[in-house]
């Protein structure tokens, strides 16, 4: 906490630092005095406004890991008979960060989970420690969270990796609350230091910079990894990992599934391997209109930036970015797009990124593979009518 010394405080010093503080936590109350409050975010800013030694920063008592906390463990989703990809990113990950040196684990709750367990030891994980359970079988966070909470105290890991989907959202919170440790949210990176350090990249003030962060103090050090960023691992013929079979704890008090009634198939953007991607500069209602033909001559999805979905001329479903989705297609088409930050970090692991921009400075340009500099809505109809010739001649061809 930062601390102050009202005797230092002048009713100038005050102002700066209640005018300079990017949070608002900084006020005067009735009695004059200086006051921070639970807005604070701790960056420090004070400090450096600070040119009377009014504030110090209360660091508090120096804390050090201790115990046994050793290797790293993928929190498996296993829901409606299929294990989530995101499972396998994690492990291909984890796989990497271990280098050989700690072992790699995942817990994996849910029902008939045994092929499942063999196709990932098949991939890389020394230990797949199942839950087998009928009340698995449906999402219910209590019990899933129950089922780590009790693989994590008996293998003590010194990572936990959990996917940044609706389950992981909801019960990697609940874990980071029960060992009282930190939880780093949408990852874009990961590395471990020497000492086993895990540093944690993610974006932060709406992506304009990425922050690093190191749990010092506590483990486990625990982190959520959007689907799509990171790269599976190979299957092995023959994988070494063992599968250990565990007994669902029975928590305090759970939710019982009645019923679950399914909603129907939607496309996930995430899971495109061809997108034409739809910016501001391409927002007309015809430009939409040929994207569209485009995306379906091309058998490909259309997806957009996040000033289309605020127009209402998209499903937020559609949108490509940190507040949208995280894509990684085989090929991308960016229209009218300028390339911030934000739509950039969830798009940059497009194998082929192919930009179409009037604006030469556009920053999509420095992403992209291919770029052309012209108006999309004029590239549309001639790239169209090329399309559609191509596709007559292979006809011909084969008739």
């Not at 009713?11 to 921070?36: H, K, S, V, W, Y």
């Not at 796989?95 to 991939?123: I, N, T, Y």
């Not at 998209?314 to 990684?328: A, C, H, M, Y």
């Amino acid at each position: 906490m930062i601390r102050i010394d009202q005797s230092k405080v002048t009713e100038a010093l005050a102002r700066t630092l209640q005018d300079g503080c990017p949070f608002g936590a900084i006020r005067i109350d009735e009695a004059d005095m200086l006051q921070i409050d639970a807005s604070c975010r701790l960056c420090r800013q004070c400090l450096k406004l600070d040119t009377l030694g009014a504030l110090t920063l209360d660091e508090g008592p120096e804390k050090s890991v201790s115990g046994d906390w050793d290797g790293i463990c993928v929190l498996g989703e296993f829901l409606n008979g299929r294990l989530h990809p995101v499972t396998l990113e994690l492990l291909g990950k984890a796989r990497e960060l271990a280098k050989g040196h700690m072992p790699v684990m995942v817990a994996l709750p849910g029902h008939s989970v045994s092929e499942a367990a063999r196709f990932l030891c098949d991939c890389g994980a020394d230990t797949v420690y199942t839950y087998d359970d009928e009340r698995l079988a449906a999402f219910e966070p209590v019990r899933f969270a129950a089922c780590m909470e009790d693989c994590i105290r008996r293998v003590r890991p010194a990572v936990v990796m959990a996917g940044a989907t609706a389950a992981g959202r909801s019960f990697a919170p609940r874990l980071a609350a029960r060992f009282h440790t930190g939880l780093t949210a949408d990852c874009t990176a990961l590395s471990l230091s020497g000492d086993y350090e895990l540093h944690q990249t993610r974006p932060a003030f709406g992506g304009n910079v990425m922050a690093e962060i190191v749990t010092k103090a506590a483990r486990p050090q625990m982190c959520t990894v959007r689907y799509r960023v990171f790269d599976p691992p190979l299957r092995q013929n023959k994988g070494n990992g063992r599968i250990v079979a565990l007994r669902m704890p029975e928590p305090a008090a759970a939710a019982e599934v009645l019923r679950v009634i399914p909603k129907p198939l939607e496309m996930d953007l995430s899971e495109a391997d061809a997108i034409i991607a739809v910016g501001r500069g391409c927002a007309t209602a015809r430009n939409i209109e040929d994207a569209h033909r485009l995306a379906r001559l091309l058998g490909a999805q259309v997806g957009c930036t996040r000033p289309l979905v605020e127009a209402g001329l998209f499903d937020p479903k559609r949108q490509i970015g940190l507040s949208g989705r995280t894509v990684k297609p085989k090929y991308l088409i960016a229209l009218g797009i300028s390339g911030s930050v934000q739509f950039a970090a969830g798009m940059a692991g497009a194998s082929k990124i192919i930009a179409v921009n009037h604006d030469p400075a556009a920053p999509i340009f420095g992403i992209a593979h291919v770029g052309l500099c012209c108006d999309a809505g004029a590239f549309l109809p001639e790239i169209i009518q090329r399309v559609e010739q191509e596709k007559e001649t292979q006809k011909e061809v084969r008739a």
